[in-house]
C-alpha cells in the first residue's frame, strides 16, 4: 500500500470553477502537509503548508488536514487558466524527508 | 525563483556510459535530496544528504550514487546507464533544522538511456 494515495486525474474545469483536489495517506505520524505545483518542464514549488490538523487560507488556495480520517485537500476558487498544472501533496514526520503523491493534472478551460 | 540549478536539462546517451548529474544551490541549505519523477507516478527518494559528508540512500533502489564534499553541491552519477534508468530526476534543497519544510526544486534532467 502506498504511503500516500493521490488520483492522478487530470482534472478538466472551467475558467472561475472551485477545485478540489485531494490526497489520503496512511501513517498517522505525518505532522507537515504541503502542496506543491509544478508546471510542465519546471520543478515542483511549494503552494501551502499545513502543521497538524486544520485549515489554511492564502488568496484564492485553501489547504485543510484532517488528521482523524487521514485526508487532505486543496481547494482553489475562481480557478484561472494560469493554474493548470500537476498539483503533488506532500507530508513528512519532522520536516526532513518528503512523501509525495503522485500529483492531479489540472487544466482550467478558458 | 529559487536558487537550484541543475545540468545538464535532458541528456541521451548509450547503455554503458557513466553519467553525473549535476546539482547546485546557492542557498546555504544543508539538506539536498535527489528524487526520480516518472509520469503519473509519485516522487520518489533515491538518494538524501544532510550535510558535507553525509549521504544516505532512499527509499527507491538506486544504482547511482552520490557525494557532497560542499554544501552547495550534490552531483549524481550512473557508472552504468541502463534503459531502466530512463526518467526525470529532481534535485532539491531544504533549510536545517526541525519543521522547516519547504524543498526548492531544481528544474530536473530528463534522462533517456538508448
Known amino acids: 500500500q502506498k504511503e500516500v494515495e493521490q488520483d492522478p486525474g487530470p482534472l478538466s474545469v472551467p475558467e472561475g470553477a472551485i477545485v478540489s483536489l485531494n490526497c489520503t495517506y496512511s501513517n498517522s505520524a505525518f505532522q507537515y502537509f504541503m502542496w506543491y505545483r509544478q508546471y510542465s518542464r519546471k520543478g515542483p514549488e511549494l503552494l501551502m503548508y499545513?502543521?497538524?490538523?486544520g485549515n489554511k487560507e492564502d488568496g484564492r488556495f485553501t489547504a485543510q488536514v484532517d488528521k482523524s480520517s487521514k485526508y487532505i485537500s486543496l481547494f482553489i476558487r475562481d480557478s484561472q487558466p494560469s493554474d493548470s498544472a500537476t498539483y503533488l501533496c506532500?507530508?513528512?514526520?519532522?520536516?526532513?524527508?518528503?512523501?509525495f503523491g503522485a500529483g492531479t493534472i489540472l487544466r482550467v478551460k478558458s | 525563483e529559487a536558487d537550484i540549478y541543475q545540468t545538464p536539462r535532458y541528456l541521451v546517451i548509450g547503455t554503458g556510459k557513466k553519467i553525473t548529474l549535476e546539482c547546485s544551490q546557492t542557498?546555504?541549505?544543508?539538506?539536498m535530496y535527489w528524487y526520480q519523477q516518472d509520469p503519473g507516478m509519485e516522487l520518489h527518494l533515491i538518494h538524501y544528504s544532510y550535510g558535507v559528508n553525509s549521504t544516505e540512500k532512499g527509499d527507491l533502489s538506486s544504482e547511482s550514487t552520490v557525494s557532497r564534499i560542499r554544501t552547495e553541491h550534490f552531483p549524481l552519477t550512473l557508472e552504468s546507464a541502463r534503459p531502466s534508468h530512463t526518467s526525470q530526476y529532481l534535485c532539491a534543497s531544504m533549510k536545517g533544522g526541525a519543521g522547516n519544510t519547504e524543498a526548492f526544486f531544481g528544474q530536473g534532467t530528463r534522462l533517456t538511456v538508448v
Open positions: 506532500a507530508m513528512s514526520l519532522q520536516g526532513n524527508k518528503l512523501v
Open positions: 542557498m546555504g541549505h544543508d539538506k
Open positions: 499545513t502543521y497538524s490538523s
